[in-house]
């Protein structure tokens, strides 16, 4: 009864290992490895936008209200989609928006009651790019026929091109210089222009499929002035960015 009750409790073992096997192969990871080379990177960021802000609708703003070149800095978040070429070599397409929007007056004016002539000003920005990622270093090592393994750092550099479009306006109270009558307005002006973009960063795997990304950008775009500003010489739209971000690979 022993001798077969062992049998039956070996039978049981072996078979149970052999049936777990094909739902092991299904799986996307194992413990710090993807069971196949990653194709996709998706990730999701958001960081900050330091704006050059040197053209003379800036100078034309900063001259007449309380407002200094800092103030055109804004918050940035958006997305980028990596597909792989190869292990050196990604495609890259992201999409982004930033926005400044800053209380101001004008700096030699007040109303006939000795009260500030006040008005908002900002500027948002949407960029929409492709381009590429050079990496240095291979980012993981094949084990076997399926088993990779990410590294741990991969440093990255980077361009793209694109296009942004962008939004200027304030709006509140203003003054006729010719009458001096203080009135509402609201003073807009809309526009695109070709973006082109270097980056360079830095990878950091948090696990087999997620990693976390630092980045540094700068762009360089200028677009017409339309609309109410329509006279006045092209934005200047050039800047820095300094980005976080959190990506799934699979």
């Not at 200094?68 to 978040?77: K, M, T, V, W």
């Not at 397409?93 to 908002?120: A, C, H, K, N, Y």
Request: charged share 20%; aromatic share 14%; glycine share 12%.
């Amino acid at each position: 009864m022993t001798k077969r009750f062992t049998q039956i409790a070996m039978a049981i073992a072996v078979g149970g290992s052999i049936a777990t096997t094909p739902v092991a192969a299904e799986g996307q990871s194992g413990d710090g490895y993807l069971l196949k080379q990653p194709r996709v990177t998706l990730k999701f960021e958001s960081g900050y936008a330091f704006q050059r802000a040197r053209s003379d609708i800036f100078d034309f703003v900063v001259e007449e209200h309380t407002l200094d070149g800092s103030e055109f800095n804004a918050p940035y978040f958006g997305g980028e989609l990596g597909l792989r070429v190869n292990e050196r070599l990604d495609l890259s397409l992201s999409i982004g928006f930033q926005e400044s929007s800053t209380e101001s007056e004008f700096r030699d004016w007040v109303d006939q009651d000795d009260l500030p002539i006040s008005q908002v000003t900002g500027i948002s920005q949407l960029p929409a790019t492709i381009g590429v990622k050079f990496y240095p270093f291979p980012r993981g090592r094949s084990i076997g026929r399926f088993a990779w393994v990410p590294r741990t750092i991969s440093p990255f550099v980077g361009g793209s091109i694109g296009l942004v479009s962008y939004d200027f306006e304030q709006f509140g109270d203003f003054i006729d210089y010719e009458t001096l009558d203080i009135f509402y307005d609201d003073f807009v002006s809309q526009g695109e222009a070709l973006l082109a973009r270097a980056s360079a960063g830095v990878n950091v795997s948090v696990g087999p499929q997620f990693l976390f990304s630092v980045e540094g950008r700068y762009n360089w775009a200028q677009a017409d002035m339309e609309g109410d500003y329509f006279g006045f010489d092209p934005i200047d739209l050039d800047g820095l960015q300094i980005i976080g971000g959190l990506a799934v690979r699979f």
